[in-house]
């Protein structure tokens, strides 16, 4: 597993929405191991603050905000308090989501709109108020070194299955999104890429890692034959944000141990 490269992100601010716990966490400790402040927002308050709390315990400066990506006025307050607190505002990864399931034909209004304004809206609010502030620092600060957004997707923006609706719809619409807003905010030294992660190891895959017949399901369709644990996908969102990848926006980077290049399922049995 890659190990933290000590200053790689030394004095920037990191927004992390959905910070409070899984993968937006494991963002978030990744980036403080490599010298970020941070401000995670989230709407699971007594998480959020907890791990902030932990985090301030290690040495690292960072905040907790309360953000329902939904609401423009909350994401507003998320970015003004990156500001407030350190001045400027460098990387911000738009990770909160949720998933959903059921046939196309069961699908509820309701849970369509729900999907659509956390996983779609949410992405749009949060880079759009990002990127003003990032603005703001650019024009602050001189030798400002540019600004990056990292948006999450997933492998499902590509790939469908029986029992999922708006949540591959919404994946799909973020991997869009995201090369709308790298033409849209190249001139401003602002790069936008997105994050394709397969299945990983998070809360919302208790679930599935507890049943071995819907686990081994996971691990036959992917080459790797095993979920990617949360540090992995993190790894990957430093890189994306640090200037080792500078020429890089408007992609997403699938990181998915050969998911959507298997396609299918791997035999039974490895070759010997």
């Known amino acids: 597993m890659s190990t933290p490269i000590p200053g790689r992100h030394q004095g920037k601010t990191v927004v992390i929405t959905g910070g ?21 927002g989230d709407v699971l308050d007594a998480e959020g603050r907890e791990s902030v709390r932990a985090l301030e315990k290690a040495g690292v400066k960072a905040i907790y ?10 994401v507003e307050a998320l970015m003004d308090a990156a500001m407030a607190s350190y001045g400027r505002l460098d990387v911000c990864i738009a990770n909160a ?33 990002a990127a003003k502030r990032m603005i703001a620092t650019r024009k602050k600060i001189a030798d400002w070194g ?19 609706v708006p949540y591959p719809v ?11 807003m790298a033409i849209h905010l190249a001139d401003y030294d602002i790069r936008v890429v997105a994050i394709g992660p397969g299945p990983t190891k998070t809360a919302m895959e208790a679930k599935v890692m507890a049943d071995p017949a819907k686990r081994r399901i996971r691990e036959i369709r992917t080459a790797l034959r095993r979920m990617a644990e949360p540090e992995e996908v993190a790894a990957v969102a430093s890189f994306l944000a640090s200037d080792d990848a500078s020429y890089l926006t408007g992609q997403t980077l699938f990181v998915d141990g050969g998911r959507l290049v298997l396609n299918y399922m791997m035999p039974d049995e490895r070759a010997s």
């Open 20 to 40: 409070a716990r899984g993968i937006g966490l494991a963002y978030a400790q990744r980036f403080a191991a490599e010298g970020a402040n941070l401000v995670l």
């Open 65 to 74: 905000a309360r953000c329902d990506v939904t609401k423009k006025a909350e």
């Open 97 to 129: 989501g949720v998933v959903s399931h059921g046939a196309f034909l069961d699908v509820t209004e309701a849970d369509w709109d729900r999907v659509m304004a956390i996983n779609v809206k949410g992405v749009f609010l949060t880079g759009q108020s």
């Open 146 to 164: 540019g600004g990056a957004i990292v948006n999450i997707a997933s492998v499902n923006a590509v790939l469908v299955q029986h029992n999922s």
């Open 170 to 180: 919404s994946k799909g619409a973020v991997h869009l999104l995201t090369r709308v």
